[in-house]
Nanobody, 124 residues
Framework: QVQLVESGGGLVQAGGSLRLSCTAS????????MGWFRQAPGKERVFVAA????????KSADSVKGRFTISRDNAKNTVYLQMNSLKPEDTAVYYCAARRRNDMVVGVTGYDYWGRGTQVTVSS
């Protein structure tokens, strides 16, 4: 069992930056692919980025490429999402997720554990 807790959300102006963190409880953090998803009001939850067990591989959605960077620190049981050049359309609740298998899938159903989310609001 893994428990995930996100932090770092908030209100930021367009063009600004935020860094989200997700800290996992339990052991074997390095045995999970970690992902970030987001859900805007009235919309489905969608993939943002994922990172492999030891950070050697990453994947990101086209909508955030070049602006968002996912990274992890296995010694701290933490995954990060650095978000730069934020746009109003990035406004959403951001969720951290963990997947036991070592492949970076983009579907919501591919992840085994979820955090409760952190709100990111980008004003224009």
């Amino acid at each position: 069992q893994v428990q995930l807790v996100e932090s770092g959300g908030g209100l930021v102006q367009a063009g600004g930056s935020l860094r989200l963190s997700c800290t996992a409880s339990g052991r074997a953090f390095s045995s999970y692919v970690m992902g970030w998803f987001r859900q805007a009001p009235g919309k489905e939850r969608v993939f943002v980025a994922a990172i492999s067990y030891f950070g050697g591989g990453t994947k990101s959605a086209d909508s955030v490429k070049g602006r968002f960077t996912i990274s992890r620190d296995n010694a701290k049981n933490t995954v990060y999402l650095q978000m730069n050049s934020l746009k109003p359309e990035d406004t959403a609740v951001y969720y951290c997720a963990a997947r036991r298998r070592n492949d970076m899938v983009v579907g919501v159903t591919g992840y085994d554990y979820w955090g409760r989310g952190t709100q990111v609001t980008v004003s224009s």
